[in-house]
């Protein structure tokens, strides 16, 4: 009787003890799901919310700008200066520093014996929308002409780099002249027209001038200023200054002089300029360029189509896509 009495109550207190050790265990997974489903879900929450964020940023990014400076190198770009072959960067004159490119002569020797350098990006463009920014530093180079004080530019509409002659100074191309203020109030705009090579249109007929000055304010020191410049193939070109349009004109065309030792096969005047190259300008006076982006503004203008952009203002029919 002792014995079975005995018996029964270990068995029941083995019961009791299995039975708590299985409901720590279902406590335990069950805490342990809790959790895991929670950081799990945080997990998740977080990836979608970077993914969206990404997206989101994706698409505010792909608004059709494309940067044309990886700001580490001249990677995409081809220099040609005025007595040199083309590709020859002599003595440096374009470098890279602190993701900007920069216009130096500190390794130049002699006179400047008319050096005039560009460097050429290398991809031509027809209808596009252009911005960077610049400013002038520095001492211009001993012997540059007195002009060329405060004074660069970028070329477009320009000759492929690779059909400019070596003795060639300047490439048949049109300017967006860029100047910064010599004197305290005297008055020098920058955004101006200069065509060597070329002519433009400007208030109804082809202007015989060089230069056309714009209307915008001057600015002087090492301050930066923002260009932009808006063209249309060979009808409207407008010229933009931090925001303001401050020049238009139409029609840019071969014709002009000023530029000299090219390839007489090059110069037809009267041709209309529909496309052709962009290139930053050195012709003695220390320059940096940094945010050089373009934006093309010539495709698919049908809404309905699957590559439409709002940005497209020149209309190319055969590149909509809807399937």
């Known amino acids: 009787m002792y014995f079975h009495e005995t018996y029964i109550s270990n068995n029941l207190t083995l019961s009791i003890f299995r039975n708590r050790i299985v409901l720590f265990y279902i406590n335990f997974y069950s805490n342990y799901m809790k959790t895991t489903l929670r950081k799990q879900h945080t997990m998740m929450s977080t990836l979608f919310f970077v993914i969206g964020f990404g997206i989101a940023s994706s698409q505010q990014l792909n608004d059709g700008w494309e940067t044309m400076f990886n700001g580490n190198d001249l990677k995409g770009w ?85 059909t400019m002659l070596k003795e060639q100074d300047w490439p048949i191309s049109v300017e967006m002249q860029f100047l910064a203020g010599v004197e305290e109030g005297v008055e020098r705009p920058t955004g101006n027209m200069c065509s060597p090579g070329t002519d433009v249109v400007f208030e109804g007929r082809i202007d015989p001038r060089h230069c056309i000055n714009s209307i915008s304010d001057t600015f002087y020191g090492d301050q930066w200023v923002t260009a932009e410049l808006v063209v249309y193939h060979d009808s409207l070109v407008k010229h933009i200054i931090n925001g303001k349009t401050v020049l238009e004109y139409t029609k840019p065309q071969i014709g002009g002089g000023v530029a000299t030792g090219y390839d007489p096969k090059m110069k037809q005047d009267g041709k209309l300029l529909k496309e052709g190259f962009i290139a930053l300008q050195s012709e003695g006076q220390p320059i940096d360029f940094k945010n050089i982006k373009i934006r093309n503004l010539k495709g698919c203008t049908d809404p309905k189509a699957l590559n439409y952009k709002e940005y497209y203002k020149i209309s190319d029919k055969g590149a909509c896509t809807y399937e």
């Open 78 to 162: 081809t220099t040609k200066v005025h007595h040199y072959e083309v590709g020859d960067n002599y003595a440096d004159t374009f470098r890279v520093e602190d993701e900007i490119i920069k216009v130096r002569y500190d390794k130049y020797e002699g006179d400047f014996n008319n050096r005039y350098s560009h460097l050429y990006y290398d991809r031509p463009f027809s209808d596009f929308h252009l911005t960077m920014q610049y400013r002038f530093v520095g001492e211009q180079y001993k012997g540059a002409p007195d002009y060329t004080i405060l004074n660069s530019g970028v070329m477009f509409h320009s000759q492929d780099p690779r």
